[in-house]
């Protein structure tokens, strides 16, 4: 029995020493970075309990840490050990919109989502590889043409709701996702958050004996299925297309095709596109060379990646947008005027897309949500080389974040920062503000679906606020009432009920 402790002793100490051999640096330059002054107990307590709670403590732990280094010019940021993983919070705006500039590296957390989306833009981390898919996918399905063309499908599914809504008169409702992919992919980034805010998960044999991978396994497979759909979809479309069906022409699929010329492509400029399509029609194409195609694993994790990323991010704000709209009637009605005034007393036509440029009010409401809830509370970097900056340096490795969520709600760049106010994004305000004080969709690697979202949530918001008025429910009465966790994305939490009510009752 001795001889067995002898042994893993030794092997532990050996394991220890070479460890810090290869790793010295780090942990040196770690340890020289300012300290959060939180206590080594307050610290580790912080992991316990709901997310709600562990999410409001962090914060709470943030802004203490803010708090005592604001008279410091030195002090820009704080940091945290996770285990053995630096985390530097930064604070100040312009040194975390420089770092997040020039650090295209995502954080080493979202490793953590392995076995879910292993690649995808957002969390590719072959930077060239990364860029070549953005300008992709960028110019297949965010130029300005392709967003226009989203105006109506945006119209029929808000009607959709607004018509579900109806039926829910009366009753106190949330929100629901009902698509099995939606499900699952909630259930994902849930398990995600919990591995991210209670490190002991992050050991894979805990994590499997208290269920939790099981429930991945079930949710993973569930969203591959739907993605894999996707492909077969189009994949048949496009089939039927050179069997000489109602698709497109031959020369208009081989104008679809060819990624490296997407950019230069007419067919963006003139009628529907989207990335998968683009990817797809190379695929099939014997003329592409086959190191210029993308592999269908690829394909699901961008596809994954883009519903990912774009459903729960605008539901979320279109829930917290409503939410204020009913705490701040004032604010509603000036909405409401404002609509009345560009589409009439029809509270059932079709918007433009030159209209909603026109919803001016609704743009600031939607804004000033993003402020105070922003989709992404959390952006993070891994540094790939040693940096210099604030007066420190930071070794390669080091997780950069930014708590967006604090940063927005920060007293230096945000007078009265819980109040929500729409007119702090009036343009004579806006001058008057530090620009990087405001980064919902993120810098750097930004958010490439930023204008969809912007669009997707004035065409759902206008749809329903034209046809009913917003209300508090019973549980939410005031700001303070609003709960909401972090999770990959800002959640509202059950309790953030609202009431709808016809305008024109018929
Ligand atoms: C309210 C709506 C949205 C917000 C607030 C938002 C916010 C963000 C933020 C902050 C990032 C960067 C994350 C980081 O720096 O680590 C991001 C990335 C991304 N977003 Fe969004 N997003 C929204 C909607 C959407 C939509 C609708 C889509 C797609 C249709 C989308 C697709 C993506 C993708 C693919 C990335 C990764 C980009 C990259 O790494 O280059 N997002 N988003």
């Known amino acids: 029995m001795l001889f067995l402790w002898v042994f893993f002793l030794t092997t532990l100490v050996t394991y220890l020493v070479l460890h810090l051999c290869k790793h010295g640096r780090y942990y040196y330059l770690g340890f020289q970075l300012p300290a959060s002054p939180m206590g080594f107990a307050e610290y580790y307590l912080l992991y316990f309990g709901s997310m709600e709670n562990v999410c409001k403590r962090f914060i709470q732990g943030y802004e203490t840490t803010r708090d005592s280094y604001k008279d410091d010019p030195l002090k820009k940021m704080a940091r945290m050990w996770f285990g053995p993983k630096l985390?530097?919070?930064?604070?100040?705006?312009?040194?975390l919109q420089s770092l997040l500039r020039n650090h295209l590296r995502k954080s080493d957390f979202h490793q953590l989502?392995?076995?879910?989306?292993?690649?995808?833009?957002?969390?590719?981390?072959?930077?060239?590889?990364?860029?070549?898919?953005?300008?992709?996918?960028e110019g297949a399905s965010f130029k300005m043409t392709a967003i226009k063309s989203y105006v109506d499908i945006f119209a029929a599914e808000a009607v959709i709701l607004a018509d579900k809504v109806a039926t829910t008169e009366g009753q106190q409702q949330t929100y629901f996702a009902e698509h099995p992919y939606t499900n699952g992919a909630m259930k994902i980034l849930q398990l995600y958050m919990l591995r991210v805010f209670k490190p002991w998960l992050m050991v894979d044999v805990i994590f499997s004996l208290l269920g939790y991978k099981k429930q991945l396994r079930k949710a993973l497979e569930d969203t591959r299925q739907f993605a894999d759909q996707v492909i077969d979809k189009i994949r048949t479309k496009i089939t039927e297309e050179k069997n000489g069906g109602s698709g497109d022409s031959e020369e208009k699929s081989r104008e679809r095709s060819s990624f490296d010329e997407v950019e230069e492509s007419k067919f963006a400029e003139t009628e529907k596109s989207n990335f998968a399509e683009v990817f797809i029609r190379d695929q099939m194409d014997p003329r592409v060379p086959e190191e210029r195609k993308i592999s269908r694993e690829d394909l699901l994790d961008e596809i994954q990646t883009m519903i990912d990323a774009g459903f729960d991010t605008t539901n979320m704000t279109n829930v917290f947008a409503l939410i204020n709209l009913a705490l701040h009637p004032n604010i509603q009605e000036e909405v409401y005027a404002e609509l009345v005034n560009i589409f009439g007393e029809d509270p059932v036509l079709t918007p433009t897309y030159d209209q909603l440029q026109e919803l001016h009010v609704l743009t600031r409401v939607i804004k000033e949500t993003l402020r105070l809830y922003p989709a992404a509370p959390m952006v993070g970097r891994s540094l790939e080389r040693e940096t210099v900056v604030g007066g420190y340096t930071l070794p390669a490795?080091?997780?950069?974040?930014?708590?967006?969520?604090?940063?927005?709600?920060?007293?230096?760049h945000w007078p009265n920062p819980e109040v929500f106010d729409p007119n702090r994004f009036l343009p004579a305000e806006i001058a008057r503000r530090n620009p990087n004080a405001y980064l919902p969709f993120?810098?750097?690697?930004?958010?490439v679906g930023y204008k969809y979202a912007m669009l997707q949530m004035k065409v759902t918001l206008s749809t329903l606020l034209r046809r009913y008025k917003v209300l508090p429910g019973d549980r939410c009465r005031c700001v303070q009432d609003i709960r909401t966790e972090f999770g990959m994305t800002l959640r509202s939490l059950p309790g953030n009920d609202v009431r709808f009510e016809p305008r024109c009752p018929k």
């Open 87 to 95: 985390i530097v919070l930064v604070d100040d705006v312009d040194l």
């Open 397 to 412: 490795g080091t997780t950069i974040c930014g708590i967006v969520y604090a940063i927005h709600r920060h007293p230096k």
């Open 442 to 447: 993120s810098v750097g690697r930004y958010c």
């Open 113 to 137: 989502l392995s076995g879910h989306v292993e690649g995808g833009l957002l969390r590719e981390n072959h930077i060239p590889k990364y860029q070549q898919r953005k300008k992709v996918i």
